[in-house]
């Protein structure tokens, strides 16, 4: 993606934004990464968990750096470099704050909205912007699967980008005339303060259940990280859906806190001030999903989303509620989503790529998604469910087991194969998942990928369905090291061509 032009700035006025003592000198970009420094930018270097980037500062200097921002060991490493260092405590928590200033502080011209939650975050995230492009804006949207810049698309790195890519990509949205911006937040993002210093109009919460163990060591230390999006640091408003114990816990933290700033949505008939009715769940104009009434403080909206589940009644919802609480009238917005309702198109996320057998591409890599996804599809064959799915390697251990349970639970065959291996012996985490299925339970192991999917979509009967699981709209296996491209989506579909060849 272009970089987004940007001012001088005269490093005493970043100083001043530190609070640290003036040094002379102008910079004319920024830059985290010393592979993409351009000439006069300010060179952030950072100590990662590998590496502390003051290492490639004389590099950065060599290809135009201006002035280098780091910590004392940072200085110590770097060494004499000829151009002005200001050092900070902790540089990786200014970041953000440092390449808003030297770009002009794009946020503050943005009515922005970010999701949080395990689950249902890309998807709702998707919805938002599909409710702001009908009312008329110009957006960008952040997240898992892609980043949007007023009309330009390009795959994401992360579901949150490092702070001074967050910054320049703000930059880039309001320089092509963007007013809203849409992000997902994840739990690291939020750990690591990436997302500072944007101020959220309105932040969104959908759900907490295990994922990420690997990171956060511990469920409250995840659910803190969550919860930090509330903070009156962070965000204006909040919507939060208190169906599950923790969303009920952090409605519940920060309406003692800010009593004005949030209001609480249930689909499950819980108390709160915005209630979500769903009916006529087959009779949706334009696909499987679901009517829905939302019903609270600003009013009555009717209306649907053609994405199949449930759950996705309830990321449409949040996504409704966050934007009738960034100030949209019910009306207004009922009447722009009477043709097509709440329907975006989100990539691998219960994606129909075959109808016989009904075969669907989801990216549910948890428990409690994969549960939702197989309820959700329960119902579109008279046949076997048959579930496709493996678990990331480096990844949270703790939930393999539990998800080859529920399958067991929910479906009648399970396959188990390879998701992304990275460097851990696949066969271990085909094990680590095995050992969950109780006995008797009907499954095959295949940790071929390529070979699971098409094996499964040949042996299958006409009425049965699958769902391949964990991948979405991914397109690179990481195998020890090794960037393996499959995309189920595709071979699913080349499998479901070969069937039909050979009927
Ligand atoms: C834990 C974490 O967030 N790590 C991120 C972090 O890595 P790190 O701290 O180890 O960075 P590092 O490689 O040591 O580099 C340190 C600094 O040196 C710089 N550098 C590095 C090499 C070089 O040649 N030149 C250079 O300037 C880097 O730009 C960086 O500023 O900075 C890296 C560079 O920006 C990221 O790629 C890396 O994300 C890793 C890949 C990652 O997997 N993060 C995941 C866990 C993550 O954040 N996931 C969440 C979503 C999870 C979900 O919901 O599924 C996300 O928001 O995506
Ligand atoms: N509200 C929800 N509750 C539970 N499961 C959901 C919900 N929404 C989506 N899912 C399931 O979770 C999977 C991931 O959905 P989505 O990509 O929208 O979430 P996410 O929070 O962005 O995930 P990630 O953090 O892993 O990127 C979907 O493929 C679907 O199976």
């Given amino acids: 993606m272009k970089r987004p032009s940007a001012p001088s700035t005269e490093l005493s006025d970043v100083a001043l934004v530190l609070n640290v003592d003036a040094v002379d000198g102008v910079v004319t970009g920024v830059s985290s990464d010393n592979r993409e420094i351009e000439p006069g930018d300010l060179f952030i270097a950072i100590r990662g968990a590998t590496v502390h980037a003051a290492r490639f500062a004389a590099d950065a200097v060599k290809a135009g750096a201006a002035a280098v921002l780091t910590d004392t060991e940072g200085a110590q490493i770097a060494g004499e470099l000829g151009v002005p260092v200001l050092v900070v405590d902790d540089p990786a928590r200014v970041a953000g704050l440092v390449a808003s200033s030297c770009l002009g502080r794009p946020s503050e011209s943005l009515t922005s909205f970010a999701v949080t939650g395990t689950n249902g975050k890309t998807s709702t995230a998707y919805m938002i912007d599909d409710i702001l492009t009908k009312l008329g804006a110009r957006t960008g949207l952040i997240g898992t699967v892609e980043v949007r810049i007023a009309g330009e698309t390009v795959p994401a790195a992360l579901t949150t980008p490092q702070p001074v890519d967050l910054q320049q990509m703000l930059a880039l949205l309001v320089e092509r005339g963007g007013s809203h911006l849409v992000m997902e937040t994840s739990s690291h993002a939020l750990a690591q303060g990436r997302t500072r210093p944007i101020h959220f109009d309105v932040a969104g919460f959908t759900n907490l259940t295990q994922d990420h163990l690997d990171y956060h060591k511990t469920f409250e230390e995840y659910y803190r990280a969550k919860a ?74 009717e209306t649907f989303t053609a994405l199949p589940g449930d759950f996705n009644i309830a990321n449409a919802a949040l996504a409704a509620v966050m934007v009738i609480e960034s100030g949209t009238d019910v009306d207004t917005l009922s009447e722009v989503l009477k043709d097509s309702g709440i329907s975006p198109q989100v990539p691998g996320r219960m994606q129909v790529v075959g109808q016989r057998p009904y075969t669907v591409v989801d990216f549910a890599h948890n428990t409690d998604a994969l549960v939702k996804a197989m309820v959700a599809v329960r119902g579109k064959g008279s046949g076997k469910l048959i579930v496709l799915t493996g678990a990331a390697g480096d990844r949270d251990r703790g939930k393999r087991p539990m998800m080859a349970a529920a399958v067991a639970q929910y479906a009648d065959m399970a396959v188990i194969t390879d998701d992304d291996p990275h460097s851990e012996d696949p066969a271990k985490i085909r094990r680590e998942m095995i050992a969950g299925i109780p006995q008797g339970f009907s499954y095959v192991e295949i940790g071929d990928r390529e070979r699971a999917i098409t094996d499964t979509v040949l042996g299958a009967a006409p009425d049965d369905i699958i769902l391949i699981a964990g991948r979405g709209h991914e397109t690179i296996q990481d195998v020890a090291g090794t960037a393996v491209a499959i995309d189920d989506r595709v071979v699913a579909r080349r499998a479901l061509a070969r069937r039909m060849e050979e009927e």
């Fill in 228 to 301: 930090t999006l509330f903070d009156e640091e962070y965000s204006s408003r909040g919507v939060i859906i208190v169906d599950d114990e923790w969303g009920r816990r952090l409605f519940e933290e920060t309406k003692a806190l800010r009593p004005d700033a949030v209001v609480s949505l249930s689909v499950a008939g819980n108390d709160a001030d915005w209630q979500v009715m769903a009916a006529d769940r087959e009779n949706t104009a334009g696909g499987p999903g679901g009517h829905f009434t939302v019903e609270g403080p600003g009013g009555r909206l």
